[in-house]
């Protein structure tokens, strides 16, 4: 006969006293991520946005932002007072799941940038930070080509 079909009420009490506990302590071992920052994203000190004339028009590097992930900075072209090319020079690349998710978001922000024509672009939904510093590298940048 098998050990808890006797009538043993305390074995049972035991047993799941034991399981009990050993599922707290294992629940308690798992590392919680770090509590998030603020959203707010500030600008890197030391970097500045950067303006050079070409064939397809004036370039247009805006400021790097600094983000909970890594830094976000964005290049434009202007050509004839309208922006033609978006393109994100620094993002957060260093993981896999980092680089999903830009490899999502930075398309549909680009996207958004050239229909807009302005820094007032929609966050994309899972990248929030590097949506925050596109949008203010993009002022950045647009603030700079004077538009």
Sequence with gaps: MHPLKKNRPLRRIMLASATTVS???????LKPHTAPEPAVASPVPSAGSSVSPGKGGTTV????VQTRWGPVQV???V???KITDVTA???PQDNPRDQQINAYALPQLRSEALKAQSAHID???GATYTSDGYRQSLQSALDSAGL
């Design 23 to 29: 599922a707290v302590v294992m629940l308690l071992a």
């Design 61 to 64: 590097t805006g400021d790097p």
């Design 75 to 77: 290049r434009i072209t």
């Design 79 to 81: 050509q004839n007072g």
């Design 89 to 91: 020079v620094t993002y």
């Design 123 to 125: 966050t994309v939904s």
